[in-house]
């Protein structure tokens, strides 16, 4: 459906005000359910703690670690922790 | 063989914090054995983030160009601005990045999105292409590993279809 059809739907002629609300109901839709999935990588740095997070995400679902617990380099989930450990690292930020 | 690693991570702000279990530090003893610490090696593509986007574009999955030494992105200054471009080296490819339109860029954490091109041109034998993405900073080493996708439709006028599931 176009975003014309939207607007006649509704009865707008704001075009920008029309996309605005279409934009921020795609993202409240992929808060509560995931309709678009995406995948991204990131290289892990010697020493480096913090990483950027890809601009266009809403909600994170799952960090997979290459090599976590096997020996494969295979990928799998790590846990998130509840608290920050107790070495501290500033490198990334 | 190689010894296993086991990962946690955490959020802070908009950045996320991997740590690595210190049972794998030959040197860790006692308390700081079990303790996390930030990683002690590099893993080429080692952290794979599965994520929601919202969908108002999408983008050619196979029509892509891969970051390397001689197809990287930077920063270039016009008119005292910082913008991320991108120099394709030894190829005319300018009109294949149009202006105004995007390209998705995935694989390169903070850079990774999408970019809004302001410029396209072939000059000195390399191709240019600046974005309208603002980078604040003066030194940013070249970017050689990622993927750019340049077949991007975006929700932008009356015109614009959207990507719905239904």
């Known amino acids: 459906m176009k975003v014309q059809e939207f607007m006649e739907r509704v009865g707008t002629t704001s075009t920008g005000r029309a996309i605005a609300y279409l934009k921020d109901a795609m993202e409240d839709m992929n808060i509560y359910s995931e309709t678009h999935i995406e995948q991204d990588?990131?290289?892990?740095?010697?020493?480096?703690?913090?990483?950027?997070?890809?601009?266009?995400?809403?909600?994170?679902?799952?960090?997979?670690?290459k090599g976590h617990n096997n020996n494969q380099d295979s990928y799998r989930s790590i846990p998130r922790l509840m608290n920050e450990p107790k070495i501290k690292d500033s490198d990334g930020v | 063989?190689?010894?296993?690693?086991?990962?946690?991570?955490?959020?802070?702000?908009?950045?996320?914090?991997?740590?690595?279990?210190?049972?794998?530090?030959s040197n860790a003893t006692g308390e700081s054995y079990h303790e996390f610490k930030s990683p002690t090696e590099a893993v080429t593509n080692g952290i794979e983030i599965e994520y929601t986007?919202?969908?108002?574009?999408?983008?050619?999955?196979?029509?892509?160009?891969?970051?390397?030494?001689?197809?990287?992105?930077?920063?270039?200054?016009?008119?005292?601005?910082?913008?991320?471009?991108?120099?394709?080296?030894?190829?005319?490819?300018a009109s294949t990045y149009v202006v105004?339109?995007?390209?998705?860029?995935?694989?390169?954490?903070?850079?990774?999105?999408?970019?809004?091109?302001?410029?396209?041109?072939?000059?000195?034998?390399?191709?240019v292409v600046v974005f309208n993405t603002r980078v604040h900073a003066?030194?940013?080493?070249?970017?050689?590993?990622g993927t750019i996708y340049y077949v991007v439709t975006a929700l932008e006028d009356e015109n614009s279809d959207n990507y719905l599931p239904f």
């Open chain 2, 138 to 145: 003066d030194n940013l080493s070249n970017i050689e590993s």
């Open chain 1, 41 to 65: 990588n990131i290289s892990i740095v010697s020493g480096q703690r913090f990483y950027d997070l890809p601009q266009q995400m809403v909600k994170m679902v799952d960090i997979r670690i």
């Open chain 2, 53 to 93: 986007r919202a969908p108002w574009f999408e983008y050619d999955h196979i029509t892509s160009a891969s970051l390397s030494s001689s197809s990287y992105l930077n920063n270039s200054s016009v008119d005292g601005i910082n913008y991320l471009y991108y120099t394709l080296v030894g190829s005319n490819v």
């Open chain 2, 1 to 25: 063989m190689a010894s296993n690693k086991s990962y946690a991570y955490y959020v802070k702000g908009d950045k996320i914090a991997l740590v690595q279990r210190n049972s794998t530090d």
């Open chain 2, 100 to 127: 105004n339109d995007y390209v998705f860029i995935k694989g390169i954490g903070k850079w990774s999105g999408l970019h809004k091109i302001k410029t396209s041109a072939y000059a000195g034998g390399n191709t």
